[in-house]
């Protein structure tokens, strides 16, 4: 089964750090440009840094530039998103997905993980 698979979440107070780790299961992601997408409860999901399969391209929406960071291993099989000066509006759940091509939309994202929980509270 080709699944996505995310972990790092939790509670942080504002201002701190967490990183988050998504992994492929059953599929190799080197060929696939990654997406972190996240969505909080009332809002629609939102992609918000993206990464191309060899890892020299990179995107971040203007709500997270500068504070969060996209990143590969492809030896591991595993995309990063590492993410600091946390605020409470970043709660949310987070979610990660595979597209084969650069530019896609979300709906042209053909792989998605079950999502991480981030809450960013005091």
């Known amino acids: 089964q080709l699944q996505l698979v995310e972990s790092g979440g939790g509670l942080v107070q504002p201002g701190g750090s967490l990183r988050l780790s998504c992994v492929g299961s059953?599929?190799?992601?080197?060929?696939?440009?990654i997406g972190w997408f996240r969505q909080a409860p009332g809002k629609e999901r939102e992609g918000i840094s993206y990464?191309?399969?060899?890892?020299?391209?990179?995107y971040y929406a203007p709500s997270v530039k500068g504070r969060f960071t996209i990143s590969r291993d492809n030896a591991k099989n595993t995309v990063y998103l590492e993410m600091n000066i946390l605020k409470p509006e970043d709660t949310a759940v987070y979610y990660c997905?595979?597209?084969?091509?650069?530019?896609?939309?979300?709906?042209?994202?053909?792989?998605w993980g079950q999502g991480t929980q981030v809450t960013v509270s005091s």
């Open positions: 997905a595979a597209a084969a091509y650069w530019g896609a939309t979300i709906l042209d994202y053909d792989y």
């Open positions: 990464i191309n399969s060899s890892g020299d391209s990179t």
């Open positions: 059953g599929f190799t992601l080197d060929y696939y440009n």
